[in-house]
């Protein structure tokens, strides 16, 4: 009887780490690697009962996923849908939806001037210092305030976006999880409900949507535990795709409509890791274990051991 895919794992890294470059390609493919194919293939089988739904990996977050589920299942068509919390709030904003823009923004303190930025417009004369506090918000000044706020000259750009990526009730929204933020405002935004598959979870996601409505990969679906969240934003860092965040959109002749992202210098060892864990993907799927499922507990442990106890 052939050895399970979960013992397997590990002889199947040691047998190919000689050939890998030291240092951020065999962290990529003995770390990282068995947790975006065993993800992957637990995506592809859920796919499988939505057979008619449109597959959208988010940016920036699921990039690495995406990449992988392209090598595993090359004759699958799937979207790369460049949003972010923050370029969705102009068109919230301009709808008078404060609720929405809340929820698009950043759970720490702003001054006047930063909110204002952060939704694509200009502060008025004497409100750029005021400060508001987004963990604990006053929402009876925080909406006033935004009252307040000229209507952002891109929010045309952002619906005109989406509307490029036609997203239908139904089509499967893939996201590096926590509590759902940004599939809560797509589908405000586009008035539909998507089927949201997470790679993890907080406590928020199951007060947010029917059970029907979202799927989590690890931790049996519920919330994931403190040394997860601990190494999340690394492993969010060493899953993206290395260019800044969307910060919104600009409509140009012809009905294009481009995506604004943040400056940010590449990284070279974020190459060499992706690499690694292009690597084991292709390996995998060349090997007599393609096809073979990965425990979750197994795929995510690598990186609980690298997030306790950090090596250079």
């Not at 050939?19 to 796919?47: E, N, Y």
């Amino acid at each position: 009887m052939p050895p399970q895919p979960a013992d397997a794992v590990a002889a199947f890294v040691e047998n190919r780490l000689p050939a890998l470059q030291p240092g951020g390609q065999v962290l990529g493919f003995s770390v990282l690697g068995p947790l975006a194919v065993a993800f992957c293939k637990w995506l592809h089988d859920r796919r499988a009962a939505h057979p008619a739904a449109g597959v959208y990996f988010l940016a920036r977050d699921m990039y690495l996923m995406r990449e992988v589920y392209g090598l595993l299942y090359p004759e699958e068509k799937t979207e790369y849908l460049q949003v972010s919390r923050r370029s969705l709030a102009p068109a919230f904003l301009a709808a008078g939806e404060y609720a929405c823009v809340l929820a698009a923004l950043p759970r720490q303190r702003l001054t006047g001037a930063q909110l204002a930025a952060y939704c694509g417009t200009v502060c008025p004369e004497g409100e750029a210092e005021s400060v508001f506090d987004l963990k604990t918000p006053d929402t009876k000044a925080l909406y006033a305030f935004l009252a307040k706020l000229p209507r952002p000259e891109t929010a045309d750009a952002v619906t005109g976006y989406l509307q490029s990526r036609p997203l239908r009730t139904g089509d499967i929204l893939v996201d590096i999880g926590s509590g759902g933020t940004t599939q809560l405002l797509l589908e405000k935004l586009l008035g539909t409900e998507l089927l949201g598959m997470q790679l993890s979870a907080d406590d928020r996601l199951r007060t947010r949507f029917a059970p029907d409505q979202t799927e989590v990969f690890l931790f049996d679906g519920k919330p994931a535990p403190r040394l997860y969240w601990a190494g999340q934003p690394m492993l969010e860092r060493l899953l993206s795709q290395d260019v800044g965040a969307t910060l919104g959109y600009c409509a140009e002749k012809g009905g294009i409509v481009r995506v604004r992202t943040a400056r940010q210098p590449a990284e070279p060892r974020i190459a060499q890791i992706q690499s690694g864990v292009r690597r084991f993907a292709a390996a995998w799927r060349d090997s007599v274990l393609n096809g073979q499922p990965i425990p979750p507990q197994r795929a995510i442990a690598p990186f609980l051991r690298l997030g306790e106890s950090p090596t250079a």
